[in-house]
């Protein structure tokens, strides 16, 4: 399977920040994986996911692919389906926003919701993959990608690791990645380590997420976290771990927007504000690489409103507003 819109997948660039991370103490560079096709890095295991099932005869022309989702996967899987020519449909629940929702529908998605969490955990992600089981049992050729067990998850973002190795002589200190399956932690390790690589794994993780054994807290920031540890999560995938809160997340972003033009989603926010965290460790002249995992425009009534950040966190605009002092050393 080649040619059209998905030979656009993947090969995305790398750009230097060097606005939000002035001075010469690190190289901090960004993948911006906003700029494949359908707006994430989830258009590689989408795609990698798919066409893996159906080399396998997992999938045929009448096969019904069904997956929980509240953004990235599920649009980059309705691209895929859309492509293929095989229906797909998307489990949601009331936190997927409108936006997604709209996107799904425009690439001839159906939407099945959720309205309730799961009786037991009292999640809205078990009660998606409970649904899914249920639909794959009224469906008489259905497929369930699974994007937190599919090991093909993890194989699609082993080439996102090469990419950034190549581009960088294999030069790369530190590698900050959010965490939400392990898919691109996992890829990204895995072939630092076949590799010979010396890049240490930074893992970037939400506060109320239970992947690295915190304690689940509500989090309204989605797009890094998990209420429930996904299979293809392994103690030792990454060196560090950094927790990062909701509002360190919209603070990220929204230094990325104002110093760098860079409009991207949550986790990206959490991946800048780890590094920055980290900053005043982390060695002199360390190449860093941050992997920006989406585009900020699915997040313009949340993050990037300022009404929405008030009403839930109050006037904070100055974590992100510049300085004198900030405008002067961009400048220079």
């Given at each position: ?9 993947g ?34 295991p ?19 692919v ?25 489990v ?91 898919g ?17 794994i ?13 304690e ?21 995938l ?40 980290l ?29 929405w ?6 006037n ?9 002092e ?7």
């Amino acid at each position: 399977m080649s040619g059209g819109i998905i030979s656009a997948i993947g090969s995305t660039p790398l750009v230097r920040l060097s606005r939000i991370f002035p001075g010469d103490e690190l190289t901090v560079w960004g993948k911006l994986e906003a700029l494949n096709p359908g707006g994430s890095m989830k258009d590689r295991p989408a795609i990698k996911i798919l066409s893996e099932a159906m080399k396998a005869g997992e999938i045929s022309s009448g096969t019904t692919v069904i997956e929980s989702s509240s953004g990235n996967m599920g649009i980059g899987l309705a691209q895929a389906c859309s492509v293929l020519g095989v229906k797909f449909i998307c489990v949601v629940d009331p936190k997927t926003t409108a936006q997604n929702i709209r996107l799904l529908k425009a690439y001839g998605a159906q939407v099945d919701e959720v309205t309730e969490p799961d009786p037991h955990t009292g999640e809205f992600l078990q009660a998606r993959l409970n649904r899914v089981t249920e639909l794959l049992t009224l469906t008489r050729s259905g497929f369930w990608p699974n994007q937190y067990a599919n090991p093909n998850n993890a194989v699609a973002h082993y080439e996102t690791m090469r990419e950034i190795a190549s581009a960088l002589a294999d030069k790369v200190d530190f590698l900050f990645c959010a965490t939400s399956t392990c898919g691109t932690l996992r890829g990204c390790s895995e072939y630092a380590r076949e590799s010979g690589l010396d890049t240490k794994i930074v893992a970037v993780d939400a506060l109320g997420s239970v992947i690295f054994g915190g304690e689940r807290a509500k989090r309204l920031v989605p797009g890094h976290g998990a209420a429930v540890r996904p299979a293809l999560f392994s103690d030792d995938l990454a060196d560090q771990c950094v927790h990062v809160s909701d509002i360190e997340c919209i603070t990220g972003c929204r230094r990325l927007a104002r110093r760098e033009a860079i409009l991207a989603g949550g986790s990206s926010g959490a991946v800048i504000m780890a590094i920055e965290r980290l900053r005043p460790t982390l060695p002199k002249g360390a190449v860093c690489v941050a992997i920006l995992a989406d585009r900020g425009e699915r997040y313009i009534d949340t993050i990037y409103s300022d009404e929405w950040v008030e009403e839930h966190f109050g006037n904070v605009s100055h974590l992100w507003e510049e300085t004198e002092e900030t405008a002067c050393m961009m400048a220079h």
